[in-house]
């Protein structure tokens, strides 16, 4: 809903981005579109229905979903 919840820099995750999809690609097919989710930090807070979620990647774009 317009404030920032959580900012999440790729390179603290635990695992890189070509482990993570490397290894779930030998159990799934993954197609154009997929998300994978990583998880969130503590302190993000609860979603309540009507809710607007936006999602953004630097360098990728962003995605904005309404929680239902």
């Given at each position: 809903?317009?404030?920032e919840r959580q900012h999440?820099?790729?390179a603290d995750m635990v695992f890189?981005?070509?482990a993570l999809v490397s290894r779930l690609s030998r159990d799934m097919t993954l197609l154009p579109g997929d998300?994978?989710?990583c998880g969130t930090s503590v302190g993000v807070g609860v979603m309540k229905?009507?809710?607007t979620v936006e999602v953004e990647v630097?360098?990728?774009g962003?995605?904005?979903n309404?929680?239902?």
């Open positions: 809903d317009g404030g999440y820099p790729m890189g981005i070509p998300l994978i989710l229905p009507g809710c630097e360098g990728i962003r995605l904005v309404r929680f239902e």
